[in-house]
């Protein structure tokens, strides 16, 4: 089996168990979730493998309930941050001088305000929720991958493709369409899926901090920080297991992301 | 290479697991330190007692070393409430700090009966319109100076103009002084006048000003020797009080809402004293503790709306009404199938006993108010009424209306949670009318509490809060009494019968009749505008030896209704 090959499988695979987290959260039957005050405060067991909380109710259900909504919402902030990335990218430089400085110096301000704060902010004042949420994630994360598209494009820029498209008289926009977003989909794609992970930690950390999503939603951030209460009392397993299946989801979807950069530009990337 | 990367992964998952579990955000550096402190708990530590000292103007804090000397006349208390403002005439009212700092005129003692205070006796008019107190002459203020009947006049006058008091003085005409006698006149008949001067602290007219609050002067048990924001206030016994000297002279009382917080802090012996929740409590015991276990009028019940959507707006603009929940076959169908007996031990581990009223247990109880489950019933209720489930998914329909209403809980309140659930399942499985229940922040409840039902929790030991719950002259307020918009003539008739009747004695079968008079009221045998579920037991850890005395049954909140009777407690040798 080649390199490409096992590259792919392991994509599958990844894709696989996002997708069934995703589907198995999302078409979950609202009485998965109720309580069942036979089964409280169970430890981990064969039955129920992350425990149950004090209500009753399965952790491993209401961990994959969590994470589908982190996915949801991790997968509308990337693609929302990924397109400003692009827009924000290809405008500094396809532009004139000073708009290339211009939105160079705008993205150092940005890189200089801990955005994490940032989020909070922004989520604060959007009255929290999936929307405060969504907007925080997307406002703030656009900056890395706008310099690495601008890059990418200065590079293309001084081909002698474009000098020729442009001695035919195409227009600067022409020119950006046919012949330099093509070559950005490879990046743009990777941005978004690296971006993804990141959107769902800050989704979950502003959740358990009590900037993010609402206290109804069964969120991963939710789960954490209500398990809180209970550590002191012993029960570990109601945060442990969670909070485990989160980093490991982040560690799939970066996982993901590389393996694809691999797929797409074998020459560049490296497993 | 590739194997010190999965290395360098799995370590990277670990750490970024134990981040994680210490309530670290995405990106670690930035994460906001007083947001994580607030919000975990775990991560701050209960903030010592010692580390006031600083700001305590050379004072020493209580020791919180745990030492069991001969004694012991220090007391600290782990609470969920440090006020800000101690001014008697412009906060507090019942079960706050009114009873430590400041005298009343009179009292209640523990079986709920009007006991003497700052007036050594009192008289009542026979048309019941004027009430005339002899004050004791050994009163004095913590500042040295004699308690006058001026002063509660000023009292009484300030109180009844200052905005955010919590008692409706509105009944009273004049309050004069004459020598040691304070004469107050009345407009009309009020039964619960006397509960409303139990809840009036005396404030000294000579030292009162804006800031007051700050820096609040009584002449009760307790004086205030000092407050740190958000943080802890510390109270000192009042050597110039004229009633028994308390034997705990010092009293700390340490900020810490977190259910986690008060564990550990009992854990490590930081507190002599704390709240606890029913969970914690079944789960944990603490060495050189005992679990505290309070009867209380602390009711939890879900609020139904009683009209039907379309009714109009609220005051403040917020649709009204229900058309699941107006159907008072249903609300009482929910009402008599749900176990309580098994709910209390379901969802709150046994510490908790059914509910039936929002004054269950107090003189002025309709015992007849109880109603057994009933499914058999509560199923004919609904079939009769025209709810079947005609689709078979197990949740009865009506024209088209599935009988299925969230329910909102503060979210975060555990109990309230667990009990909502509780009911949630026995009324799904035993009449198919479903019970959504979800958590909702306060801000957000203010808007949907007219048309959505929700649990809310009252208790107190004054009936004029069931005049306030059901009287039709409260629709459409957005306030808590009255979200479910009942009102009915009848009711309204005993309701007032019962506030202008002439003593609380009379008074007593206008309020039992609001509750049932053999065809209607308020009660689940009657109209059913709240579903009453349990009265939670009020729970806490205390410290082996410490006596809490006899402390009257508690009305909502399980804070200030355990130091109430502050004065009574003492380290048992």
């Not at chain 2, 007083?34 to 103007?57: K, R």
């Not at chain 2, 510490?351 to 039936?356: E, G």
Request: proline share 5%; glycine share 8%.
């Amino acid at each position: 089996m080649n390199r490409r090959l096992s590259a792919a499988i392991t994509a599958g695979v990844i894709l696989a168990v996002i997708l069934a987290i995703y589907i198995g959260g999302t078409f979950l039957p609202e009485s998965a979730l109720r309580a069942d005050f036979s089964q409280k405060g169970l430890p981990p067991s064969a039955s129920h493998i992350f425990g149950t909380d004090f209500l009753g109710r399965d952790m491993f259900t209401r961990t994959v309930k969590g994470l589908s909504i982190s996915l949801v919402i991790g997968a509308a902030a990337s693609v929302i941050s990924a397109f400003i990335a692009l827009a924000v990218g290809v405008t500094a430089a396809m532009g004139r001088g000073w708009v290339d400085h211009a939105v160079n110096w705008f993205i150092d301000v940005f890189m200089s305000v801990p955005h994490t704060v940032l989020i909070i902010l922004i989520s604060v004042a959007l009255a929290r929720g999936v929307k405060g949420m969504l907007v925080g994630v997307a406002v703030t994360h656009w900056v890395g991958l706008a310099r690495i598209i601008r890059g990418e494009v200065m590079q293309i820029r001084g081909r002698q493709y474009i000098a020729a498209s442009r001695r035919f008289g195409k227009s600067p926009l022409w020119i950006a369409r046919k012949h330099i977003l093509p070559h950005m989909v490879p990046q743009f794609f990777v941005g978004l899926i690296l971006l993804f992970p990141h959107a769902i930690m800050h989704e979950s950390g502003l959740t358990f901090l009590g900037f993010g999503l609402p206290p109804e939603q069964p969120a991963i951030g939710i789960i954490l920080s209500e398990s809180m209460k209970y550590i002191s009392g012993g029960a570990v397993w109601l945060a442990f297991f969670p909070g485990l299946s989160l980093v490991v989801l982040v560690l799939l979807i970066d996982k993901l992301g590389n393996t694809i950069r691999y797929l797409l530009e074998p020459r560049e990337a490296q497993l | 290479m590739k194997r010190i990367r999965k290395i360098i992964a799995a370590a990277a998952a670990l750490t970024l697991a134990v981040s994680l579990l210490a309530a670290s955000v995405g990106c670690g550096p930035s994460a906001p330190p007083d947001a994580s402190e607030t919000q975990t708990g775990v991560s701050s530590p209960v903030p010592a007692p010692s580390a006031s000292t600083t700001t305590g103007g050379g004072e020493s804090a209580a020791t919180p070393d745990g030492d069991t000397t001969a004694a012991k006349t220090e007391v600290t208390i782990g609470f969920t409430s440090i006020p800000s403002n101690y001014d008697p005439l412009t906060t507090g009212g019942h079960g706050s700090y009114m009873s430590l700092i400041y005298s009343t005129l009179v009292a209640l003692d523990s079986d709920v009966n009007v006991v003497p205070d700052l007036a050594e006796a009192w008289e009542v008019s026979d048309d019941t319109l004027t009430y005339t107190f002899r004050l004791r002459t050994d009163a004095r203020f913590s500042d040295g100076e004699p308690v006058k009947a001026s002063d509660v006049v000023f009292s009484f006058n300030t109180m009844m103009t200052a905005e955010g008091a919590e008692i409706d003085l509105n009944a009273i005409d004049s309050v004069s002084a004459d020598g040691d006698t304070v004469t107050i006149k009345l407009k009309q008949p009020r039964s619960t006048f006397i509960l409303d001067v139990a809840g009036i602290g005396i404030a000294p007219e000579h030292l009162y000003s804006d800031d007051f609050g700050q820096n609040p002067i009584g002449s009760g048990p307790y004086k205030l020797a000092q407050y740190d924001v958000d943080q802890q206030f510390i109270l000192e016994a009042n050597e110039l009080y004229y009633g028994k000297a308390p034997q705990i002279k010092r009293a700390v009382f340490i900020m810490m809402s977190d259910e986690d917080t008060q564990l550990i802090a009992a854990k490590s012996g930081q507190v002599d004293i704390t709240l606890t929740s029913a969970t914690l409590a079944a789960t944990n015991t603490i060495d050189g503790y005992n679990l505290l276990v309070e009867k209380t009028v602390d009711n939890m019940g879900i609020v139904m709306p009683v009209i039907p959507a379309g009714s109009g707006t609220s005051a403040l603009g917020n649709p009204m009404g229900n058309d699941v929940t107006s159907d008072v076959n249903l609300r009482k169908a929910i009402a008599y199938a749900i176990d309580r007996e098994k709910l209390c031990r379901d969802a709150l581990n046994g510490y908790a006993t059914p509910a039936y009223s929002e004054n269950d247990g107090m003189p002025w109880w309709n015992p007849e108010s109880v109603i057994e489950t009933d499914v058999e019933y509560a199923r004919k209720l609904l079939d009769d009424a025209g709810w079947t489930d005609t689709d078979g998914d197990g949740i009865r329909e009506k024209n088209g209306l599935k009988a299925s209403v969230p329910v909102y809980y503060f979210a975060g309140d555990t109990a309230r949670q667990a009990t909502a659930m509780g009911a949630a399942n026995q009324v799904l499985e035993n009449i198919g009318v479903e019970l959504v229940v979800t958590g909702l922040g306060e801000e957000d409840v203010m808007k949907i509490m007219v048309s959505q039902p929700m649990v809310l929790a009252w208790g107190s030991a004054n009936p004029i809060t069931s005049y306030y719950l059901y009287h039709s002259s409260s629709v459409g307020k957005d306030d808590w009494y009255d979200p479910e918009s009942f009102g009915s003539p009848v009711v309204d008739g005993y309701l007032d019968a019962a506030l202008n009747a002439t003593s609380l004695e009379e008074a007593i079968p206008y309020w039992q009749k609001a509750q049932w008079d053999g065809t209607t009221g308020t009660s689940m045998r009657g109209e059913c505008p709240y579903i009453f579920l349990v009265n939670k037991d009020h729970l806490y850890w205390r410290r082996d030896g410490l006596n809490t005395g006899e402390q009257m049954i508690h009305a909502h909140g399980a804070a200030w209704t355990l130091v109430a009777n502050l004065k009574d407690w003492y380290w048992e040798s």
